[in-house]
C-alpha cells in the first residue's frame, strides 16, 4: 500500500545534541510538508517543500531545517534541540499544494 | 487564511449520527473546506472537503449552508472507532493551519 513512513516513532535525545528525523513516502507526491505537534494542541506547519523548492512558515525557528534529497524523502534536523522541542513531528504529503494531506504516524521527540 | 470556530467537545452515543458543526464567517470564494480526524496518537486523517455543494463519501457527509459561513459534518453512523479529534479548516490552494478542533466522544 502506498503511505507516508516516518522513523524513528520515538526518539529520545539530549539537551543541544542535534537530532534529525525522516520520513518517506511511495505516493510518488510532490509536496511534503513538517509539522509540529505539543501534547494537546493542534499540529503546526513549520515548512514544505514542493519538489525541490523549500518553504519555510515565517515563525518557525532557525533551529529547525529541512532536507529532501529526492521524491521520495525529507528529513527534519533539529540543530540544537531544546526542552521546548519536545513534541510529535508528522509528516505529510500532498500531490500538489491544494490536494488533500497524507499524514504519516509521527515521531514522538523526548529532550532529556 | 479564514478562521474557523468549533465547539471544544461533543459526546455521540454509538450507533446514531454525529453532526458537527463548525462556524467560518470569513471565507471568501476561492476557499474550501476541509475536514481531518485525528484517533490519539496517530496522524491527523483526511476526510472531506468542498466549496460549497454538498459532499459525501464512504467516511462522512458535509453540508455546507447556502451563504457557505457554516458547515457541518455529519457522520452517519457512529461507531467506538470514530472517537477522535475532528479539525474543520478553511483553505485556498495553499497552505493548511489547523485550529483546535472538536474531540468527538463516541460512547457505548
Known amino acids: 500500500d502506498a503511505m507516508v513512513i516516518q522513523n524513528p516513532r520515538y526518539q529520545v535525545t539530549q539537551f543541544g545534541k542535534p537530532v534529525t528525523l525522516s520520513c518517506s513516502q511511495t505516493?510518488?507526491?510532490?509536496?511534503m510538508y513538517w509539522y509540529q505537534q505539543k501534547s494537546s494542541q493542534a499540529p503546526k506547519l513549520l515548512f514544505h517543500?514542493?519538489?525541490?523548492?523549500?518553504?519555510n512558515e515565517a515563525d518557525t525557528p532557525d533551529n529547525f531545517q529541512s532536507r529532501r534529497p529526492n521524491t521520495s524523502f525529507c528529513f527534519l534536523d533539529i540543530r540544537s534541540p531544546g526542552l521546548g522541542d519536545a513534541a510529535m513531528y508528522l509528516c505529510?504529503?500532498?500531490?500538489?499544494?491544494?490536494?488533500?494531506?497524507?499524514f504519516g504516524p509521527g515521531t514522538r521527540l523526548t529532550v532529556l | 487564511d479564514a478562521k474557523t470556530t468549533q465547539p471544544t467537545s461533543m459526546d455521540c452515543a454509538e450507533g446514531r449520527a454525529a453532526n458537527l458543526p463548525c462556524n467560518h464567517s470569513?471565507?471568501?470564494?476561492?476557499?474550501?473546506v476541509y475536514w481531518y480526524r485525528q484517533i490519539h496518537s496517530q496522524g491527523p486523517q483526511y476526510i472531506i472537503h468542498?466549496?460549497?455543494n454538498n459532499e459525501t463519501n464512504e467516511m462522512a457527509s458535509l453540508i455546507i449552508t447556502e451563504d457557505r459561513k457554516s458547515s457541518t459534518l455529519i457522520l452517519p453512523h457512529a461507531t467506538l472507532r470514530d472517537t477522535a479529534v475532528y479539525y474543520c479548516?478553511?483553505?485556498?490552494?495553499?497552505?493548511?493551519?489547523f485550529g483546535a478542533g472538536t474531540r468527538l466522544t463516541v460512547k457505548p
Open positions: 505529510a504529503t500532498s500531490r500538489v499544494s491544494y490536494n488533500e494531506q497524507f
Open positions: 505516493l510518488n507526491h510532490n509536496v
Open positions: 517543500y514542493y519538489d525541490k523548492d523549500f518553504n
Open positions: 470569513t471565507i471568501s470564494g476561492n476557499e474550501y
Open positions: 468542498g466549496l460549497k
Open positions: 479548516i478553511v483553505r485556498d490552494n495553499n497552505d493548511m493551519r
